[in-house]
T-cell receptor
Framework: TQLLEQSPQFLSIQEGENLTVYCNSS?????LQWYRQEPGEGPVLLVT?????EVKKLKRLTFQFGDARKDSSLHITAAQPGDTGLYLC?????????FGKGTMLLVSP | DAGVIQSPRHEVTEMGQEVTLRCKPI?????LFWYRQTMMRGLELLIY????????DSGMPEDRFSAKMPNASFSTLKIQPSEPRDSAVYFC??????????FGPGTRLTVL
């Protein structure tokens, strides 16, 4: 069974602060995805990283895939209240996607 | 496109009752997934269909759960009989690519 551990589980910060959340596994994945889920809605895909060491940027969000393709990080610069939500990572392996439990981010004005 | 449509959005029922959740995938998508989300266990895959055929049902908790996909535009997830531990948010997702699911808004199920 491929497991993904996300940390921290919960993060509460003030608007304007920077933060990093992590997604770790002992398994190698062919690709890794990050989703954001807002209350009352389903997860929405933010980015897919495929190559070990790959870095992708989406406005204030920076995603990195570990060299060994076992871990990933998401860094948010100057967080805004609109960034509030549950951030999920998901790994693609031999079967369907495996999801982590997520990091709940609360950004206060 | 309207996206993945799920109904009902909320369901409250009593233990022992039958519950049926419905899903209309995005037109043209050939894969459909049912997931369950709880605080304790996160997002878990229950079953995955490809071209209306169940491919992987290893996540279905037990015989009380069943899923059907009679055609490309409709799927159901049935729980009979329901138990309080089935309380969760159930998501349907569809995709063209197995690794790129589009999620519906979910059905919040409460079993009393």
């Amino acid at each position: 069974t491929q497991l993904l551990e996300q940390s921290p589980q919960f993060l509460s910060i003030q608007e304007g602060e920077n933060l990093t959340v992590y997604c770790n596994s002992s398994s190698v994945f062919s690709s890794l995805q990050w989703y954001r889920q807002e209350p009352g809605e389903g997860p929405v895909l933010l980015v897919t990283v495929v190559t070990g060491g790959e870095v992708k940027k989406l406005k204030r969000l920076t995603f990195q895939f570990g060299d060994a393709r076992k871990d990933s990080s998401l860094h948010i610069t100057a967080a805004q209240p609109g960034d509030t939500g549950l951030y999920l990572c998901a790994g693609a392996g031999y079967s369907t996607l495996t999801f982590g439990k997520g990091t709940m981010l609360l950004v206060s004005p | 496109d309207a996206g993945v449509i799920q109904s009902p959005r909320h369901e409250v029922t009593e233990m022992g009752q039958e519950v049926t959740l419905r899903c209309k995938p995005i037109s043209g998508h050939n894969s459909l997934f049912w997931y369950r989300q709880t605080m304790m266990r996160g997002l878990e895959l229950l079953i995955y269909f490809n071209n209306n055929v169940p491919i992987d049902d290893s996540g279905m908790p037990e015989d009380r759960f069943s899923a059907k996909m009679p055609n490309a535009s409709f799927s159901t997830l049935k729980i009979q009989p329901s138990e309080p531990r089935d309380s969760a948010v159930y998501f349907c997702a569809s995709s063209l690519d197995r690794d790129r699911p589009y999620f519906g808004p979910g059905t919040r199920l409460t079993v009393l």
